[in-house]
């Protein structure tokens, strides 16, 4: 099946910097999307983006699907981005989504 | 409005026995998935629903494990005779369009 992979695995951050979390997945997709898990395990939809690029606020996320990549960017990071992120994907007609083991974010004040 | 709803929020049982997980996704959400997540696996797709037919069950685990939904709404997953393994938080989320709205899950432990 389809694999995904997310890097770094862990990172920690100073209030107020930026970060780059990457997503890479081994087959084409029509279906990706990036999530984010608060510490107390609520997850919640941050993009839909098989392709191109959005912006919400200081979260935006691009995906060059030929490449087979995606890349979410948090800019003035703030404690409350503290979490885990994931990144998943869907093929062809399924509704399945399979999710990459996560980035965990920490954010220090 | 409210978001999904799962219930119980905790629910700890011994070996062997029966368990009932219970969904409510936001009203009018037509499509419906169950998703486990365990320290061992991340997070695994285990069924989705359109309305009350679900045709894609590719991810329930073994035949301890079946889910129905009724009314189009609520959403009951059911593991018999369970195993230590099956000790993970249970996820539903439902879908308007293309965002997938999670609840915030039932964590079970299996004694």
């Known amino acids: 099946g389809i694999q995904v992979e997310q890097s770094p695995p862990d990172l920690i951050l100073q209030e107020g910097a930026n970060s780059t979390l990457r997503c890479n997945f081994s087959?084409?997709?029509?279906?990706l999307q990036w999530f984010h898990q608060n510490p107390w395990g609520q997850l919640i939809n941050l993009f839909y983006?098989?392709?191109g690029t959005k912006q919400n606020g200081r979260l935006s996320a691009t995906t060059v699907a030929t490449e087979r990549y995606s890349l979410l960017y948090i800019s003035s990071s703030q404690t409350t981005d503290s979490g885990v992120y994931f990144c998943?994907?869907?093929?062809?007609?399924?509704?399945?989504?399979?999710f990459g083991k996560g980035t965990k974010l920490t954010v220090n004040p | 409005g409210a978001g999904v709803s799962q219930s119980p929020s905790n629910k700890v049982t011994e070996k062997g026995k029966d368990v009932e997980l219970r969904c409510d996704p936001i009203?009018?959400?037509?499509?419906l998935y169950w998703y486990r997540q365990s320290l061992g696996q991340g997070l695994e797709f285990l069924i989705y629903?359109?309305?009350?037919?679900?045709?894609?069950k590719s991810g329930l685990p073994s035949d301890r494990f079946s889910a129905e939904r009724t009314g189009g709404s609520v959403s009951t997953l059911t593991i018999q005779r369970t195993q230590q393994e099956d000790s993970a938080v249970y996820l539903c989320?439902?879908?308007?369009?293309?965002?997938?709205?999670f609840g915030p899950g039932t964590r079970l432990t299996v004694l």
């Open positions: 989320a439902s879908r308007r369009r293309l965002t997938q709205y």
């Open positions: 087959d084409s997709v029509n279906n």
């Open positions: 983006i098989p392709s």
């Open positions: 998943a994907v869907g093929m062809g007609g399924s509704e399945k989504l399979v």
């Open positions: 009203s009018g959400h037509t499509a």
């Open positions: 629903f359109q309305g009350n037919s679900a045709p894609d």
